[in-house]
């Protein structure tokens, strides 16, 4: 099987974008933190999967693309979307869970709700794993967390002291899409695979998804699959979220990415970046010349790096320089980068069966 391989790095100059509870050993009792891990070798500021995959999914809601994206239903302490895949596309790539209760007050509640009116009946527990796959985003070195002190003072009398951290690295974050699994809907009967009970089954053959009774499962056209997975990937490039953007406006959208079609999901750019003495992000060049020796029969597409230029022009120049005629691997923009893959998956339909 095939998948996309990506690495990101995402410049954070002065930066809190995913935040916990209270800053230990504070000056207020208002005080803010940021994730981080705490090893031998300092503070490693960090994003979550979670928070990150929630970036993307509020960008391919936002976005200049088509996009469908799923309902959400809330049940007293839990939430889920309508988890139906043939119909939107976040259901697909990004996998669910779902698992009504089936106490009477529940179904009562349900049935009253008129916002469910469109909602896909389920009468017992579906579940689909997510092809797509993040990493955590991870400083590439330890920092020094900065405090910063601040009041509100706009009203009268005593000011409110406040206090928050924030941090200067670059987060490194590892990516995977399974192109077989976008788009093919499994029925077998255990956890992570009841990706369709009767219902949506039976809307499966009344759409006319392909069956593939070998695996038990349904899939979409071809030029629906690829358009899903195209607008996802292209996405990535136009990334927006983060904390603290009032205060910060941290640009997260990628300004280095690798990403290659590759057959396996092993990753194979985990190691081709390494801080310097100074922590900024440097190019080991023997890193990259044994990934693409040891690698090559696995590599189906071309490599694409997307560079932005003004970030680290030594580390790329260097770069290009290294690769100077190796047809393998193209520099470009990241939006270059990745729109020119979702090029090569539609003449390379292969790839995704």
Excluded at 264 to 287: C, E
């Amino acid at each position: 099987m095939a998948f996309v391989t990506g690495m990101m790095l995402i410049d954070a100059p002065a930066s809190a974008l995913n935040n916990q509870g209270a800053v230990e050993s504070s000056l207020t009792d208002n005080a803010v933190a940021v994730k981080h891990i705490r090893t031998r070798e300092g503070a490693f500021p960090y994003v979550s999967a979670q928070a990150f995959r929630f970036w993307l999914r509020r960008t391919l809601e936002t976005g200049p693309w088509e996009w469908k994206a799923a309902p959400i239903y809330r049940e007293q302490k839990i939430a889920y979307t309508d988890a139906n895949p043939i119909r939107w596309w976040d259901d697909d790539l990004f996998g669910y869970m779902r698992a009504p209760s089936t106490k009477a007050s529940a179904v009562e509640a349900r049935n009253a709700d008129q916002s469910r009116t469109q909602e896909t009946p389920t009468a017992g527990t579906v579940t689909r794993v997510s092809p797509f796959r993040m990493s955590t985003l991870v400083s590439i070195a330890p920092v020094s967390l900065t405090n910063d002190f601040g009041v509100m003072a706009r009203q009268e009398g005593n000011p409110v002291p406040h206090e928050h951290q924030f941090y200067r690295t670059t987060l490194q974050g590892l990516f995977s899409l399974d192109l077989h699994a976008a788009g093919t809907f499994s029925y077998q009967n255990k956890t992570g695979f009841l990706n369709l009970d009767e219902v949506r089954i039976q809307e499966a053959r009344e759409n006319g998804l392909e069956e593939l009774p070998d695996e038990k499962a349904f899939r979409l056209p071809f030029k629906e699959r690829l358009r899903r997975v195209k607008t996802l990937l292209i996405a990535i490039t136009y990334l927006d979220g983060g904390a603290k953007q009032a205060l910060h406006y941290t640009d997260v959208t990628p300004d280095i990415l690798f990403c290659a079609v590759t057959r396996g999901g092993n990753h194979i750019f985990g190691h081709i970046i390494k801080p310097d003495s100074a922590g900024r992000p440097t190019v080991n060049l023997d890193a990259f010349d044994e990934m693409l020796a040891v690698y090559k029969d696995d590599i189906l597409s071309t490599i694409y790096v997307g560079w932005v230029k003004g970030y680290l022009d030594e580390e790329r120049a260097k770069l290009e320089q290294h690769l100077a005629g190796n047809d393998r691997v193209k520099i470009l923009h990241p939006r270059e980068a990745m729109r020119s893959l979702t090029e090569e998956l539609e003449i390379n339909p292969s790839w995704m069966e």
